[in-house]
Nanobody, 124 residues
């Protein structure tokens, strides 16, 4: 089992950058596939990106080229670097973890563990 805590959210102007961090507990963190999702008010939770235990990365079309996911297994953390932010990026951002094979990184139901979320607000 792993517990996840996100941090780094806040208010930023359009065009700015933020770096979110997800800290995980447990000695087997390096074995987990990790995902980032976001949820805006009145909308469904949507896939942002993911990084596999083997460090392969995947991104949604809406953030590809602007966001970068990385992991530091020594520190049990996964980071989401967000550049060129847009007002439509405003949402609560969640990290999620899955131990074992992932069929579809973009699917919410694939993940077993979730953090509490961190708010990102991008002003125009």
């Amino acid at each position: 089992q792993v517990q996840l805590v996100e941090s780094g959210g806040g208010l930023v102007q359009a065009g700015g950058s933020l770096r979110l961090s997800c800290a995980g507990s447990g000695r087997t963190f390096s074995n987990y596939n990790m995902g980032w999702f976001r949820q805006a008010p009145g909308k469904e939770r949507e896939f942002v990106g993911a990084i596999s235990w083997g460090r392969s990365t995947y991104y949604s079309a809406t953030v590809k080229g602007r966001f970068t996911i990385s992991r530091d297994n020594a520190k049990n953390t996964v980071a989401l670097q967000m550049n060129s932010l847009k007002p439509e990026d405003t949402a609560v951002y969640y990290c999620a973890a899955k131990l074992g094979a992932v069929v579809d990184f973009a699917r919410v139901s694939q993940y077993d563990y979730w953090g509490q979320g961190t708010q990102v607000t991008v002003s125009s």
